[in-house]
């Protein structure tokens, strides 16, 4: 990205960091209970809940954490703006900035213990999506990317390659 205009530099770098620190604290927790005995295990807790079109959807406890760590860094970082959230409250989407996440896209992955589950964060100002972070924590593995500058993948906050 170097040479481009970067409007949206600081809010990029805001979302790798913050889905790469929310990753690797669910990792760490989900790990955590493998390493476990049997006996002391904290067990992941699982509840179903029905998503908007009435279909049955699992969620965690670590779904629910992964949403607070999330939404903290954003309030304290940009607390003018909105956040829209898969574990949240919903908002009405206005022209304004909001911050949508999915704290963890495939939990039922990270309950089966596959390790195919991300975290994903992107930033939409007056509708359009400026900057988006998707990172897999089980393989230290992040997309990246910026309006009008390029998709990238990187190692965790490493430095990208450019893939589109």
């Known amino acids: 990205m170097a040479g481009k205009a970067r409007k949206y530099h600081k809010e990029l770098e805001f979302a790798r960091a913050s889905v790469y620190s929310t ?60 956040i829209l959230s898969e574990e949240g409250e919903h908002i009405k989407l206005s022209g304004q900035r909001i911050w949508i996440h999915d704290p963890i896209d495939g939990t039922q992955e990270l309950i089966l213990k596959t390790g195919s589950y991300c975290i994903a964060s992107c930033l939409l100002d007056k509708g359009v999506i400026v900057v988006s972070a998707v990172y897999q924590p089980t393989k230290d593995r992040m997309f990246y990317a910026m309006l009008g500058h390029g998709a990238f993948e990187s190692q965790g906050l490493m430095e990208g390659k450019q893939i589109h």
């Open 23 to 82: 990753g690797r604290y669910v990792l760490a927790r989900a790990t955590l209970e493998e390493s476990k005995s049997e006996k002391e295990q904290e067990v992941i807790h699982v509840y179903l809940k029905t998503d908007d079109q009435g279909q049955p959807d699992y969620v965690t406890n670590l779904d629910q954490e992964a949403h607070e760590l999330l939404e903290k860094k954003v309030k304290d970082s940009y607390p003018k703006d909105l």
